[in-house]
T-cell receptor
Framework: GENVEQHPSTLSVQEGDSAVIKCTYS??????FPWYKQELGKRPQLIID?????GEKKDQRIAVTLNKTAKHFSLHITETQPEDSAVYFC?????????????FGKGTHLIIQP | DVKVTQSSRYLVKRTGEKVFLECVQD?????MFWYRQDPGLGLRLIYF???????EKGDIPEGYSVSREKKERFSLILESASTNQTSMYLC???????????FGPGTRLTVL
């Protein structure tokens, strides 16, 4: 089955700086890679996703890059703000119409220092 | 807006009790999922269902069962709760033709 590794487990950055979280996956059949943000006591919320036919996707201050050859993908957050503090999860899926569960990384606790 | 709800936010049960966790979605999604979330382990898939009365084992199905009698409702059952099942349980759903999963608020289960 799929295995997703996520690093680092904790990331502390100064407000205004950039943050990068990296994930690797093992199953070359995986073709859908979402990122979820989970604030304390709340449900995970999808913030951005990418499919394997695309190398990069951007949405305002967040971007995701995918390297299929190396089987890794990364989340980039620029100009970090206090509200970016949360736990971020990457995930991978070998898409067959959504009828499979996601395999998640173990999460990164992002701390934005004022 | 997709709405996924779970029957309880917090639940305390005793070892050996039978526990039911309920999840309901109101967007006519075909696929539903149960995950458990533990610190340092991320979210792990317990069971999922792609249609009424259909179920598939995920990565950690031992000690759990599920029921999907209606399209909008997916139940997770702990036949005989044990302390190692103390965890946060998250339900999710998605349409058959998409991959985006929408999560419920979670049920924090404590087994004493």
């Amino acid at each position: 089955g799929e295995n997703v590794e996520q690093h680092p487990s904790t990331l502390s950055v100064q407000e205004g700086d950039s943050a990068v979280i990296k994930c690797t996956y093992s199953d070359s059949a995986s073709n859908y890679f979402p990122w979820y943000k989970q604030e304390l006591g709340k449900r995970p919320q999808l913030i951005i996703d990418i499919r394997s036919n695309v190398g990069e996707k951007k949405d305002q201050r967040i971007a995701v890059t995918l390297n299929k050859t190396a089987k890794h993908f990364s989340l980039h957050i620029t100009e970090t703000q206090p509200e970016d503090s949360a736990v971020y999860f990457c995930a991978a899926l070998a898409s067959g119409g959504g009828a499979d569960g996601l395999t998640f990384g173990k999460g990164t606790h992002l701390i934005i220092q004022p | 807006d997709v709405k996924v709800t779970q029957s309880s936010r917090y639940l305390v049960k005793r070892t050996g009790e039978k526990v039911f966790l309920e999840c309901v979605q109101d967007m006519d999604h075909e696929n539903m999922f149960w995950y458990r979330q533990d610190p340092g382990l991320g979210l792990r898939l317990i069971y999922f269902s792609y249609d009424v009365k259909m179920k598939e084992k995920g990565d950690i199905p031992e000690g759990y069962s599920v029921s999907r009698e209606k399209k909008e409702r997916f139940s997770l059952i702990l036949e005989s709760a044990s302390t190692n099942q103390t965890s946060m349980y998250l339900c999710a759903s998605t349409r058959r033709d998409t991959d985006t999963q929408y999560f419920g608020p979670g049920t924090r289960l404590t087994v004493l």
